[in-house]
């Protein structure tokens, strides 16, 4: 920029001119401080401007058309992102107005009810975003899986992405017990009985007084023996500074992980089945990129210009750009429909005297309460492991190439899908309706000894069951994709069915009911 | 990419709209906006101008009151202007306590910190505590004045028929009704309203300034309305007038309740029999925790203990409560009182005097006298004249005004059953670290049950212990001719248990050995000194024998 009155006058007004001509481009000088590549007005400033901003620079400068196909991802993750954001200035703003200490907390759930300015819409963003964001974090995990996303590259994504499940339904427990209701208070305690049922083994051998790690559990948990003003301050900190810290970091992570393992997956020949571009496309780029070819150099691996060529590519911004704020636009519309539709619960003031019956956990862990009802043990702790473990590891189990990329790819493919949902939902409820029928050990013994249910209860019936189909599914097609197509799909059907009996079947003292009209007192 | 840009345009239009749907419920359809704007049009211009529309409420921190009532209830906050005759807009009736002082749900329940009326009102899902009432309002008063003074019911009945009788609403008022004249006619002042006589109190000397000012009058209210009353109704007159405590209802309620004999099974504030749950909170029911399934009609608190009183054993399986026939009216009246059982955690600093005085100086809130004791504490199983009572169900209760039963126990023995109790049995201790009665209250008693039959009591002995029968004997008479009816080892079966250590310390061996031989008239005890078709008459000695045989049971049960 030229500066018109830079010559030095000897009057010495040249340094009163510079001052006025730089006052008066300031906010031109600002913007172009604040965006270094100026206006992004074609491809090439455009992704510039990408990777030049803190906040685009975890995406790739261009973009795969197969990422942007609806149906590659349809936007799960980025839905999840939208209600954790949500969830997260939703919260910040409830902060203002909540204090975490026992009968208190509860009054000032009232008062932002009713009082404090859309203090209501508020909290029933918050609670409606938080389920959201539990509901698409299973669905984009089971998306990750189905289009065997979790493949190497990006093994190690799939592990994060796990974590990041922990967290998520981490944060929705803590948040469970903020509001200091009924609801709240039981459903922690049997949160609390879950952390402490490792005794039941313990117990039975006899050997917690030397080694009680259920007891530590829940003490940790608490810092008490009840779910008191210690739980409530707890779980307070755990939801609004350590989960959620960790959560963002962790998300970090992962978005620049889904960059550096060379974007959304896709199977090897996607150029050919996707075919020409668009005539209404933006025109492919042609021109050699200067940063991404300098970058590729340095980056191992399959970043998008380095493996296929930039044919089948298109620029993130804004053809990326688009559908991640219409999918995040998608999500906070929903969020607010609910929000609008029906309020977050609260229930009565916690009274540790008058136990809720029955008392139920949040949806999503009404299927581990289901189990748990049988053993708390098996049921909230061996099994939810095994399944956890289950899931890190099938990435290092299953190193086949056949199908990444693709819906259900993969020996055996939709049929092995449907054939699983089949088996899972049918062994599922058959299992149940048996046990609900006919009782399990305890009611046909008496006296048998809880180990003997530890070990033997619907819940390791079914992961037994569930565990021998998947074998037979990996020899019939000869596939370790097969078997663990077959496993992942039945633990899910299982998880569905069970969290819809826990939640629609199950009334006072756990027991069956075809529906909450039935239940006794109403 | 056409295709988001279509999904971003409109789900960023239905986000904006809903957003604005969001802004106009908070800024314009909230029901309290509407109902302070139609507030403020009925208000006078020049105060309709100054008129605010916002939130309003009452906040009492000692008695955790956070109410948001006076949000609607605009002529009920302080400096509020009412709107007469309006059902939401009016003044608070004429109340000791200012609602600015108290708040509203220290009395009236209800849910303070809502602001939908609905919710406020609490007869919402997940709210333990709904509004009281307009009808039962006064058992709010409940939640401080935990031990407001009740008179004897019979007493108090027939204090209010004489009130009525001798026309004395011809001038003065009482809770809203009467003073249609002026005493000194036209031009005069109102009698008194004696609403709070109760609390006021009043001139001890009125009848004496009455009958004088009768006596001067020539003509109008003084010398008609008024007339001589004879001392004994005066006193009744006056006990009416002392429960007139500004809670209409209240104090009947109560009163009833103390003549039924409830607190022989049940608590209230520590005193009274455990068979029964505690009552002291009892006006604190959580409808949410109610069964209603066998209720009729509404789900409220008040239809649950009515149906609850009509058949307990229906509503609460197992309930040892006996269906006491009670009228309509009486389970109203049972009802408010229960729903008066609302003891609030208040500090002592907003304690009224009656539980100051209750609490502190041990005063009673029923009467002392032995009529209402009895009626209190033993009526509900030993009748009201001490006839003894049946429930369908239940073993029968003894009849303890039975004459051949009082000319053999001693005052002592009746002293001793009472404050001991009956082990065992459903006849609890009622001494003052078991039912709270104190020693002087339970000799209250006793008089008054030696008084229901007239029969004295026995002359003393000199040696409680003197019966030297064969016990081998005995045990084997007993078998025969006892332990049809009182069990093996005297365990009770249709008569009642021997083996008892209470009874078999107080009991004397005049008692043991008359009672066998006498009999119980009114009950299967036979006389055994007697011949009949039914059984062996037993000799004297072999009625000593008997007895020396029960009296082992004492050192080996």
């Known amino acids: 920029m030229s500066h018109p009155a830079a010559a030095h006058r000897k009057d010495g007004s040249g340094a009163l001119a510079r001052f006025w001509w730089n006052l008066r481009s300031t906010p031109q000088m600002f913007r172009e401080a604040v965006f270094r590549s100026g206006k992004p007005t074609s491809d090439r400033s455009r992704s510039s401007f990408v990777f030049g901003n803190f906040f685009l620079h975890f995406h790739s400068v261009r973009v795969h058309r197969w990422t942007l196909r609806w149906s590659a991802t349809w936007g799960l993750g980025v839905i999840t992102a939208a209600s954790f954001a949500l969830t997260f200035i939703t919260g910040v703003l409830l902060m203002f107005y909540y204090k975490p200490y026992p009968d208190v907390a509860y009054d000032s759930i009232k008062d932002i009810h009713y009082v404090v300015p859309t203090g209501r819409f508020i909290r029933n963003i918050h609670r409606w975003s938080a389920n959201l964001m539990v509901v698409t974090v299973f669905l984009h995990m089971a998306r990750a899986f189905?289009?065997?996303?979790?493949?190497?590259?990006?093994?190690?994504?799939?592990?994060?992405?796990?974590?990041?499940?922990?967290?998520?339904?981490?944060?929705?427990?803590?948040?469970?017990?903020?509001?200091w209701d009924q609801l709240a208070y039981w459903a922690i305690t049997i949160g609390a009985n879950i952390a402490l049922s490792p005794r039941e083994v313990t117990d039975a051998l006899s050997i917690t007084v030397y080694f009680d790690p259920g007891?530590?559990?829940?003490?940790?948990?608490?810092?008490?023996?009840?779910?008191?003003?210690?739980?409530?301050?707890?779980?307070?900190?755990?939801?609004?500074?350590?989960?959620?810290?960790?959560?963002?970091?962790?998300?970090?992570?992962?978005?620049?992980?889904?960059?550096?393992?060379?974007?959304?997956?896709?199977?090897?020949?996607?150029?050919?089945?996707?075919?020409?571009?668009?005539?209404?496309?933006?025109?492919?780029?042609t021109e050699q990129p200067v940063k991404t070819y300098h970058l590729a150099a340095v980056v191992r691996g399959r970043s998008p210009a380095v493996q296929g060529g930039p044919e089948n590519t298109v620029p993130a911004m804004p053809h990326l750009f688009y559908a991640e704020a219409a999918v995040f636009m998608l999500a906070i519309a929903l969020c607010l429909a609910l929000a609008i539709l029906a309020d977050a619960p609260l229930k009565?003031?916690?009274?540790?005297?008058?136990?809720?019956?029955?008392?139920?956990?949040?949806?999503?862990?009404?299927?581990?309460?289901?189990?748990?009802?049988?053993?708390?043990?098996?049921?909230?702790?061996?099994?939810?492991?095994?399944?956890?473990?289950?899931?890190?590891?099938?990435?290092?189990?299953?190193?086949?190439?056949?199908?990444?990329?693709?819906?259900?790819?993969?020996?055996?493919?939709?049929?092995?899908?449907?054939?699983?949902?089949?088996?899972?939902?049918?062994?599922?409820?058959?299992?149940?309706?048996?046990?609900i029928r006919f009782g399990w050990l305890r009611e046909w013994w008496p006296e048998v000894p809880q180990m003997l249910i530890t070990i033997v209860n619907p819940g390791t019936v079914l992961t037994l069951a569930y565990a021998f189909f998947s074998i037979w599914a990996m020899r019939r097609y000869d596939s370790t994709r097969a078997g663990a197509l077959a496993l992942f799909t039945c633990f899910l059907c299982g998880f569905i069915v069970l969290t819809v009996i826990g939640y629609h079947f199950r009334g006072p003292n756990w027991e069956f009911y075809w529906s909450p009209a039935h239940w006794p007192g109403h | 990419m056409t295709r988001n840009k279509h999904l971003l345009l409109w789900?960023?239009?239905?986000?904006?709209?809903?957003?604005?749907?969001?802004?106009?419920?908070?800024?314009?359809?909230?029901?309290?906006?509407?109902?302070?704007?139609?507030?403020?049009?009925?208000?006078?211009?020049?105060?309709?101008?100054?008129?605010?529309?916002?939130?309003?409420?009452?906040?009492?921190?000692?008695?955790?009151?956070?109410?948001?009532?006076?949000?609607c209830h605009l002529g009920m906050i302080a400096g509020g202007e009412e709107i007469v005759g309006d059902p939401v807009f009016g003044a608070h009736p004429d109340v000791v306590h200012d609602p600015a002082e108290y708040g509203c749900t220290v009395c009236h329940g209800g849910q303070g910190r809502a602001t939908r009326k609905a919710d406020a009102h609490g007869r919402v899902p997940h709210w333990p505590e709904p509004m009281l009432l307009p009808e039962m309002s006064y058992a709010g008063c409940g939640a401080c004045h935990t031990h407001l003074t009740v008179p004897n019911l019979s007493?108090?009945?027939?204090?209010?028929?004489?009130?009525?009788?001798?026309?004395?609403?011809?001038?003065?008022?009482?809770?809203?009704?009467?003073?249609?004249?002026?005493?000194?006619?036209?031009?005069?002042?109102?009698?008194?309203?004696?609403?709070?006589?109760?609390?006021?109190?009043?001139?001890?000397?009125?009848?004496?300034?009455?009958?004088?000012?009768?006596?001067?009058?020539?003509t109008g209210p003084w010398k008609t309305s008024f007339g001589e009353i004879p001392a004994a109704e005066r006193t009744a007159i006056e006990v009416f007038l002392s429960s007139r405590v500004g809670a209409p209802g209240l104090v009947e309620s109560k009163s009833l309740f103390h003549s039924l004999g409830c607190r022989g099974c049940h608590l209230v504030g520590g005193v009274g029999g455990d068979d029964g749950p505690d009552l002291t909170q009892a006006g604190h029911k959580d409808p949410g925790q109610l069964n209603f399934s066998h209720v009729p009609g509404e789900r409220s608190v008040p239809n649950w203990y009515a149906e609850h009183f009509r058949a307990p054993g229906k509503l609460v399986p197992g309930s040892q409560m006996p269906a006491l026939e009670l009228s309509d009216s009486e389970i109203a009246l049972l009802n408010f009182y229960l729903l008066s059982l609302r003891r609030a955690p208040v500090p002592q600093a907003f304690w009224p005097r009656?539980?100051?005085?209750?609490?502190?100086?041990?005063?009673?809130?029923?009467?002392?006298?032995?009529?209402?004791?009895?009626?209190?504490?033993?009526?509900?199983?030993?009748?009201?004249?001490?006839?003894?009572?049946?429930?369908?169900?239940?073993?029968?209760?003894?009849?303890?005004?039975?004459?051949?039963?009082?000319?053999?126990a001693s005052d002592e023995f009746l002293t001793e059953t009472v404050r001991r109790g009956r082990p065992g049995r459903r006849m609890p201790a009622w001494g003052e670290k078991d039912g709270g009665l104190r020693p002087d209250e339970i000799d209250e008693v006793v008089k008054y049950l030696r008084g229901l039959s007239g029969v004295a009591?026995?002359?003393?002995?000199?040696?409680?212990?003197?019966?030297?029968?064969?016990?081998?004997?005995?045990?084997?008479?007993?078998?025969?001719?006892?332990?049809?009816?009182?069990?093996?080892?005297?365990?009770?079966?249709?008569?009642?248990?021997?083996?008892?250590?209470?009874?078999?310390?107080?009991?004397?061996?005049?008692?043991?050995?008359?009672?066998?031989?006498?009999?119980?008239?009114?009950t299967t005890m036979p006389a055994f000194g007697s011949p009949a078709l039914t059984h062996r008459m037993l000799s004297q000695e072999e009625i000593e024998a008997i007895v020396t045989y029960i009296r082992n049971w004492e050192t080996q049960p």
């Open chain 1, 348 to 435: 009565e003031l916690a009274n540790p005297a008058v136990p809720e019956n029955p008392a139920k956990a949040p949806w999503y862990f009404l299927g581990v309460q289901e189990l748990v009802a049988f053993s708390a043990f098996t049921g909230g702790i061996v099994i939810p492991v095994i399944v956890l473990i289950g899931l890190a590891l099938i990435p290092f189990l299953d190193r086949e190439k056949q199908g990444t990329g693709e819906w259900f790819g993969g020996p055996g493919g939709a049929r092995l899908v449907l054939i699983s949902a089949a088996f899972g939902m049918s062994s599922s409820i058959l299992i149940e309706a048996f046990a």
């Open chain 2, 354 to 408: 009656d539980r100051v005085r209750a609490e502190h100086l041990g005063e009673r809130e029923f009467s002392r006298d032995g009529e209402t004791l009895f009626t209190t504490f033993c009526s509900a199983c030993h009748g009201d004249q001490g006839q003894g009572r049946r429930y369908a169900g239940m073993e029968p209760f003894p009849a303890i005004a039975n004459p051949d039963f009082l000319t053999l």
């Open chain 1, 146 to 179: 189905y289009t065997a996303a979790y493949r190497s590259p990006r093994e190690y994504n799939w592990i994060l992405g796990m974590a990041l499940l922990v967290l998520t339904l981490g944060l929705s427990f803590t948040g469970y017990l903020l509001p």
């Open chain 2, 155 to 218: 007493q108090l009945n027939r204090g209010q028929a004489l009130f009525e009788r001798y026309d004395c609403l011809r001038c003065h008022s009482l809770e809203g009704r009467g003073a249609t004249l002026r005493p000194g006619q036209e031009e005069g002042v109102d009698a008194p309203d004696l609403s709070r006589a109760g609390i006021r109190g009043f001139e001890p000397a009125w009848y004496e300034g009455h009958l004088e000012q009768h006596r001067n009058a020539v």
């Open chain 2, 11 to 71: 789900t960023s239009l239905g986000s904006i709209a809903l957003l604005g749907a969001a802004i106009t419920d908070e800024h314009f359809r909230q029901e309290w906006r509407r109902m302070q704007l139609d507030y403020r049009q009925q208000l006078p211009e020049e105060s309709a101008v100054q008129f605010p529309i916002q939130l309003r409420q009452i906040v009492v921190p000692p008695l955790q009151a956070t109410d948001r009532c006076v949000t």
């Open chain 2, 457 to 522: 009591p026995p002359a003393p002995e000199e040696e409680s212990r003197w019966a030297a029968g064969n016990a081998t004997l005995g045990g084997r008479l007993y078998a025969s001719a006892c332990a049809s009816c009182h069990g093996e080892d005297g365990r009770g079966q249709e008569g009642p248990a021997l083996n008892n250590p209470v009874f078999l310390e107080i009991a004397t061996d005049r008692y043991l050995v008359e009672t066998v031989r006498k009999g119980r008239s009114g």
């Open chain 1, 215 to 285: 007891g530590f559990q829940k003490l940790l948990l608490l810092g008490s023996d009840e779910v008191g003003e210690e739980a409530l301050i707890r779980f307070y900190l755990l939801h609004v500074m350590i989960l959620p810290a960790l959560l963002l970091m962790l998300m970090g992570v992962h978005f620049w992980r889904v960059r550096k393992d060379g974007g959304i997956v896709r199977p090897s020949d996607a150029d050919r089945r996707l075919g020409p571009p668009h005539r209404n496309t933006y025109p492919v780029f």
